[in-house]
């Protein structure tokens, strides 16, 4: 869940409080303030947090929470004191002092990630409570979100949210706006179907229609596949394995989990070319490698269990994702929830301990929790030996790596 937008859109979504298409993902990092804000030393990165600053905190600390690690608690005040009166979340808070008001430009998406990071490091029940109440509060008519509140609802956005609220505990198909859509109302809208041409597009999902047409987007497409399982960025390994299919035409009613399943086939297919995923950067008509991107597909696949259909993009991963991720949080953070979810040691990942590469990056954690790893004498997801059934006809797999996520949300500079 992780949308990777660039910062030029986030900035004018910001402004004019308008649904922008997401940009090409690029390699370089955002355009910053003419004067940026001081990094806070509870935050992690020292790149402007101007537009990812909750992001890639609630990232960092589900992962660190994910690979049995207890973040430092100056870590975890500075996300819950980026936390508004009404619940939601703005992208980033330099005076967290100051009470949000009437300028304050909320973020549904660093809202929807904060949910996910606040309930899995658990005792923030009241957090995420009045986050998941802000985000039902600024639901459109049609059943989705959109990245800045009052915006046109967007495929991405939509996603997101919904993978926060179902690891709330919420029930998507009874999150209704005020004209009766529920929350998979407004994702099942953004699908392409089956009169969809070219018909490889088919089971994917758009950002936002243009004239009137929905294109395939990998990073809508990768959030939708989670949103339509009921499942958020963190996902356990699965025990089985199915080969991804293509959208099944002509299709049955459309379903939430019918939907995962053709948007897991299109990512499938994507991934079969190159072994990775590709975007076209601003400026050039040639596509380049999409890391982020392709890690988000990986964590879907292994969410609707076809973990052979990922397993090429995960070996490409392990071998190309050290420049992406150097020193970066969220990078780090999303390959270490990759790693989560195809059962591969993150200590161990193309010869990089992403985890203490990711620790590196912020406030010291306390220690490593083995304590963690343990619930009623059992042990917790993440621990030992769940990497088994990856392994298993897979070789060793590994590979590479913007929401987004988990959306999600703002790999803009993850690429």
Not at 110 to 117: C, D, E, H, P, R
Not at 200 to 205: L, N, Q
Not at 364 to 370: G, I, N, V
């Amino acid at each position: 869940m992780n949308v990777r937008r660039s910062a030029a859109a986030l900035a004018a979504s910001a402004v004019l409080c308008v649904g922008v298409a997401p940009a090409a993902h690029a390699d370089t990092p955002p355009p910053s303030p003419s004067a940026p804000p001081v990094v806070p030393s509870g935050l992690f990165g020292k790149a402007d947090p101007t537009y990812d600053g909750v992001w890639r905190q609630s990232l960092a600390l589900l992962a660190q929470r994910t690979a049995g690690v207890k973040p430092a608690p100056q870590a975890v005040a500075w996300l819950t004191g980026q936390q508004c009166a009404n619940g939601g979340f703005a992208s980033f808070r330099a005076d967290a002092g100051a009470a949000c008001d009437a300028k304050t430009v909320f973020d549904t998406n660093a809202t929807a990630v904060a949910v996910q990071a606040l309930k899995a490091l658990g005792g923030k029940d009241s957090e995420v409570k009045k986050a998941t109440d802000w985000l039902k509060s600024v639901q459109n008519e049609d059943g989705g979100w959109a990245y800045v509140p009052g915006s046109p609802s967007e495929g991405s956005s939509t996603a997101i949210v919904i993978s926060a609220l179902a690891t709330a505990g919420e029930t998507p198909d009874q999150v209704k706006s005020k004209a009766g859509k529920s929350a998979y109302d407004g994702l099942l809208s953004f699908q392409l179907g089956c009169s969809t041409e070219p018909a490889s597009d088919r089971g994917a999902f758009g950002y936002q229609p243009a004239d009137g047409k929905l294109a395939a987007n990998a990073d809508a497409t990768a959030a939708a596949a989670l949103a339509g399982l009921g499942k958020g960025i963190l996902v356990e390994p699965a025990a089985s394995d199915t080969a991804a299919a293509a959208l099944a035409c002509p299709a049955a009613p459309a379903d939430p989990a019918g939907a995962a399943r053709g948007a897991a086939g299109y990512l499938a297919e994507a991934l079969r070319k190159d072994g990775h995923l590709t975007a076209v950067t601003p400026g050039s008509d040639q596509p380049v490698a999409d890391t982020g991107n392709t890690a988000d597909a990986v964590i879907a696949l292994a969410a609707a269990g076809h973990r052979q259909s990922a397993a090429g993009a995960l070996e490409w991963l392990q071998k190309n994702s050290a420049q992406w991720s150097k020193d970066n949080p969220a990078a780090l953070a999303t390959l270490v929830l990759t790693a989560h979810a195809t059962g591969t040691d993150p200590k161990s990942f193309g010869g990089t301990d992403l985890v203490s590469a990711l620790n590196a990056t912020g406030p010291a954690p306390q220690r490593a929790d083995a304590d963690a790893q343990k619930v009623e004498g059992k042990e917790e997801p993440g621990s030992g030996n769940q990497g088994i059934w990856w392994i298993v006809g897979a070789g060793a797999a590994a590979g590479m790596g913007i929401g987004i996520l988990l959306s999600g949300r703002r790999k803009k500079n993850q690429l």
